[in-house]
């Protein structure tokens, strides 16, 4: 299971490239993005579809391969496989099947570059990823999010950033630190209260690239505050 970069192609470690460079097949999520990342590194390998829609069916191929005495990596479009992405499944049938090894190689994510970046959001945060697109659905996860006292990150599209954005001032008080195009030529952080962070995206002509967010409601505030046990 390999990491690959969020934006920047050097966001790539030594062990990656060569795994890449080693193993027999590559499954990927899209097997046009991914060519792209080996032809930077002048990798030339077979190359199988493994995405959400066809995981479970394409896991059964990769076993297959597996059984057969290959070396297979799998990567996801950007970042690390399994982290709002498809691969989990697959990890879980090898794993299942008990024959052979599943085998992280570690790297970039949106969710740890935006943490690494934020300043202090208190002791612990809850990954939550996409909400769901249904607004009921999300204003009832989002009240759970916000009861639940820590903060949370949620990855969104540039379609829907401003509505989620807008949910969340709705269910509650907090800031948050917004992360878009991380890594990449454009990339943007916005820090600050959820009204000024919404207000600073809408004076914007257009609203591109892809979205992380950290929210730390009020009580996540104070819950850092507190001093440490000795």
Same mark, same amino acid.
Request: with cysteine; net charge negative.
């Given at each position: 299971? %390999?990491?690959?970069? =969020?934006?920047?192609?050097?966001?790539?470690?030594?062990?990656? %490239?060569? $795994?890449?460079?080693? $193993?027999?097949? =590559?499954?990927? *999520?899209?097997?046009? +993005?991914?060519?792209?990342?080996?032809?930077?590194?002048?990798?030339?390998?077979?190359? =199988?579809?493994?995405?959400? +829609?066809?995981?479970?069916?394409?896991?059964?191929? @990769?076993?297959?391969?597996?059984?057969?005495?290959?070396?297979?990596?799998?990567?996801?479009?950007?970042?690390?496989?399994?982290?709002?992405?498809?691969?989990?499944?697959?990890?879980?049938?090898?794993?299942?099947?008990?024959?052979?090894?599943?085998?992280?190689?570690?790297?970039?994510?949106?969710?740890?570059?935006?943490?690494?970046?934020?300043?202090?959001?208190?002791?612990?945060?809850?990954?939550?990823?996409?909400?769901?697109?249904?607004?009921?659905? !999300?204003?009832?996860?989002?009240?759970?999010?916000?009861?639940?006292?820590?903060?949370? @990150?949620?990855?969104?599209?540039?379609?829907? @950033?401003?509505?989620?954005?807008?949910? $969340?001032?709705?269910?509650?008080?907090? !800031?948050? %630190?917004?992360?878009?195009?991380?890594?990449?030529?454009? *990339?943007?952080?916005?820090?600050?209260?959820?009204?000024?962070?919404?207000?600073?995206?809408?004076?914007?002509?257009?609203?591109?690239?892809?979205?992380?967010?950290?929210? $730390?409601?009020? %009580?996540?505030?104070?819950?850092?505050? *507190?001093?440490?046990?000795?």
């Amino acid at each position: 299971m %390999v990491a690959t970069p =969020i934006g920047n192609l050097e966001d790539i470690t030594y062990r990656a %490239v060569r $795994v890449l460079g080693e $193993v027999d097949v =590559i499954a990927c *999520e899209d097997t046009r +993005h991914t060519m792209q990342l080996l032809s930077h590194y002048g990798i030339r390998k077979r190359l =199988i579809a493994c995405h959400a +829609h066809n995981e479970e069916e394409s896991s059964k191929g @990769i076993l297959e391969l597996l059984d057969s005495g290959l070396n297979v990596a799998y990567c996801s479009d950007a970042g690390t496989p399994g982290v709002s992405d498809p691969g989990a499944r697959l990890a879980e049938r090898v794993r299942q099947d008990g024959n052979h090894r599943v085998v992280p190689i570690p790297g970039a994510s949106a969710v740890v570059t935006l943490v690494s970046a934020a300043g202090n959001i208190g002791k612990s945060f809850t990954f939550e990823g996409f909400l769901s697109p249904k607004k009921g659905r !999300r204003s009832r996860r989002l009240s759970e999010l916000f009861a639940a006292g820590s903060a949370f @990150i949620i990855y969104e599209s540039p379609f829907r @950033i401003l509505k989620m954005l807008e949910d $969340v001032r709705d269910a509650g008080d907090c !800031r948050v %630190v917004i992360g878009r195009e991380l890594t990449k030529a454009h *990339e943007e952080i916005i820090c600050g209260d959820i009204s000024e962070a919404i207000e600073a995206l809408k004076a914007k002509d257009r609203i591109k690239g892809e979205f992380a967010v950290i929210v $730390v409601p009020e %009580v996540a505030d104070d819950n850092a505050e *507190e001093d440490p046990e000795p």
